[in-house]
DNA sequence: TTATTGTTTCAATATTTCCAGAAACAACGA
DNA sequence: TCGTTGTTTCTGGAAATATTGAAACAATAA
């Protein structure tokens, strides 16, 4: 990912609408929502929303997919993820215990997965 | 975290110089650097930097603290750890299995901390 | 005290982002 | 074809951010 996507995915979510379209989008998982049904939801204007959206899509955390006359909005998970390992490889650069307390305050969060690896 | 501090970070990420300021803190870690090593080092100019350290600082991804003339700048682990939590915990929310994928790729990158776990 | 070094704050300009009305575009049904 | 619904693009003005010279502030030494 080049320092631009990553600079666009922080700018993405450094505004409260777009911020809270991220959060529904990831609750919403991968079958996503339609523009129209995001903008209803959080109350913002269609136009307004489309250019949030845009912001969203340009720091690669949603994709978008044509369907009939919708075009449905989902978060894209991997981009997430190539943001998570930004901060924590960074965080944890030759150092494993540097990063050792990030890793234990991080697996718990996850629905108990820390027991079975 | 407040919402508000959660966007100032995303926001003091999102821009180059904060993002390389970030970067060389991270990699300095715990006792810092003072503010004009730093502007020296990526050759920006003092007061620039200090305003982009102050930007850092509100979102709570630097800490400063001053020895003598020198005011010496530190990341911020606890504040990145929360940035990785939201992303960590906002993504499995309720669905631990599309956590899993995020995990595995996760842990690998903290210099094979995944064995012991 | 004065001088020196390190850092921040102030002030002003340039650039970027935010917002929403209006218009355009896209897909479908009648 | 035309009309309707869903979405994006265009446009322009308001608000926020970036940058830096100059001034102020802080700590120390002489």
Same mark, same amino acid.
Not at 20 to 28: G, P, S
Not at 50 to 73: Q, T
Not at 89 to 102: I, N, Q, T, V, W
């Given at each position: 990912?080049?320092?631009?996507?990553?600079?666009?995915?922080?700018?993405?979510?450094?505004?409260?609408? @777009? =911020?809270? +379209?991220?959060?529904?989008?990831?609750?919403?998982?991968?079958?996503? /929502?339609?523009? !129209? %049904?995001?903008? #209803? @939801? =959080?109350? +913002?204007?269609?136009?307004?929303?489309?250019?949030?959206?845009?912001? /969203?899509?340009? !720091? %690669?955390?949603? #994709?978008?997919?044509?369907?009939?006359?919708?075009?449905?909005?989902?978060?894209?998970?991997?981009?997430?993820?190539?943001?998570?390992?930004?901060?924590?490889?960074?965080?944890?650069?030759?150092?494993?215990?540097?990063?050792?307390?990030?890793?234990?305050?991080?697996?718990?969060?996850?629905?108990?997965?820390?027991?079975?690896?």
């Amino acid at each position: 990912m080049s320092d631009q996507t990553l600079m666009n995915a922080f700018a993405a979510l450094a505004q409260p609408t @777009r =911020l809270a +379209v991220f959060r529904l989008l990831i609750r919403e998982g991968p079958q996503g /929502l339609p523009a !129209g %049904e995001i903008a #209803r @939801r =959080l109350k +913002v204007p269609q136009n307004t929303l489309s250019a949030h959206l845009a912001v /969203l899509a340009r !720091g %690669e955390l949603v #994709r978008s997919r044509r369907e009939g006359r919708h075009v449905i909005y989902a978060a894209d998970l991997e981009g997430v993820r190539r943001l998570i390992l930004f901060l924590t490889r960074d965080c944890c650069h030759g150092k494993p215990e540097r990063c050792e307390a990030l890793v234990n305050a991080l697996l718990p969060s996850c629905g108990g997965m820390s027991a079975e690896r």
